[in-house]
């Protein structure tokens, strides 16, 4: 997940994006999908398409730095450990 923040902060939001895509399906089995809206975020990171940086740019709207750090931190509250 660190490496997911640090990529955003240096402004690779998308490959950020894959990063997180990534830690959330190496942990899949920690998520806690007993409430609805962490449910509704992890299938939201599941249907991300898989494309390269430059693919991103392309087809899917960049977020902010704030809006992906809005993310991780939902997501680490998802996250049963």
Known sequence: METALQLARK???LYALMFLKDYVIENQEKW???IESCRE???AIMSMP???DESWRIFVPSITLEEFEKIT???N???RY
Do not use: A, Q, T, W
Request: one cysteine or more; hydrophobic letters at 40%; charged letters at 30%.
């Open 11 to 13: 402004g690779k939001i």
């Open 73 to 75: 931190f939902r997501v």
């Open 32 to 34: 806690d999908d007993s």
């Open 50 to 52: 898989s494309l390269n």
């Open 41 to 43: 975020l992890l299938n």
């Open 77 to 79: 509250e998802c996250m």
